[in-house]
Every structure is written in structure tokens, then in C-alpha cells.
């Protein structure tokens, strides 16, 4: 009686293509939910930046109010720290610091000013005076740096 051999090698190839499917199915499934939850966990973040933004915008700052907004953008990246890239959440403290010096700079412009105006309702480009532009241009620098690396993440440049 022979040996079965080449039964016995399409059994095996049979199992280890089976496996490696497996395999492969399993590390789709997690990745499958790491991608979605990642996806939320950067909206959460840009949108707790971004009330500190419009609220330093808005031109009523309180500076309570303004650090509790912060406690909240800094706990959305600490809740989410698993699915933001460290580089990211760099980005996000300069970005925050930048907002912060603009909350500073902002508090000093009279409110009549057309500059002030145009800050408080949120004119994309508004007339910036020249002692004002190195704090201005650090904060529009700092949240376009932030806005590229989460839209990267995100997959929006590939579209």
C-alpha cells in the first residue's frame, strides 16, 4: 500500500490557507473597528479645539470659562489618547497655546475696533493691524498645521 502523500499535501496546504484566512479575517474585523473609532475620536477632539476657537472669537472672554473649554479639549485628547497620534496631540497643544496668546491679544483691542469686529464674527481673513500679525499668523499657522495632519488621518486629502 502507498502512501498518500499527495493527499496528505493538499490536506495541509488546505488547513494552512484555511488558518491564514482566519487570521486575516480576525485582524480585518479589529482593524475594522480601531478605524471608525478613530475617525470619532478626531471629530471629538477638532470640535472641543474649535469651541476654544469661537469662544475666543466671540469677544466675552472670561478666563474660567476659557480654561474650563481647555480642561475639555485636553480631557477629549487624554479619553481618545489611544487613537491620536502623539505628533497629533503635539499639534494640538501648540494649537491650543496659540489660542491662548490670541485670548490674550484680543482681550487688549478695543471693541469698537473694525479688527475686533471682524474676529468676533468669525471673518474668514479680517484686516489685521501689523502689531498684531506675528500673534495672529502663529494661530492661523497653528491650526492649519493641526487641520492638515487630522485631515491626513482621516483620509480627507485622499479624496
Excluded at 25 to 47: I, M, N, Q
Excluded at 64 to 73: G, H, I, N, P, R
Amino acid at each position: 500500500m502507498a502512501f498518500p502523500l499527495k493527499e496528505l499535501l493538499s490536506a495541509v496546504a488546505a488547513v494552512l490557507v484555511g488558518y491564514l484566512g482566519y487570521r486575516q479575517w480576525k485582524r480585518s474585523t479589529r482593524s475594522g473597528r480601531f478605524l471608525p473609532d478613530r475617525e470619532v475620536a478626531y471629530k471629538a477632539v477638532w470640535k472641543a479645539l474649535e469651541d476654544i476657537h469661537l469662544y475666543v472669537r466671540a469677544g466675552q472672554f472670561e478666563r474660567a470659562k476659557f480654561d474650563q473649554l481647555v480642561t475639555d479639549a485636553n480631557t477629549q485628547l487624554i479619553t481618545h489618547g489611544l487613537h491620536i497620534n502623539p505628533g497629533d496631540r503635539r499639534l494640538a497643544a501648540a494649537y491650543m497655546a496659540a489660542l491662548q496668546k490670541l485670548a490674550r491679544l484680543l482681550a487688549t483691542v478695543p471693541g469698537d475696533s473694525l479688527f475686533r469686529h471682524e474676529v468676533a464674527i468669525t471673518a474668514e481673513s479680517p484686516a489685521v493691524p501689523p502689531d498684531y500679525q506675528p500673534t495672529w499668523r502663529s494661530f492661523e499657522e497653528a491650526r492649519a498645521a493641526l487641520a492638515k495632519s487630522f485631515r491626513a488621518v482621516l483620509g480627507a486629502d485622499q479624496i
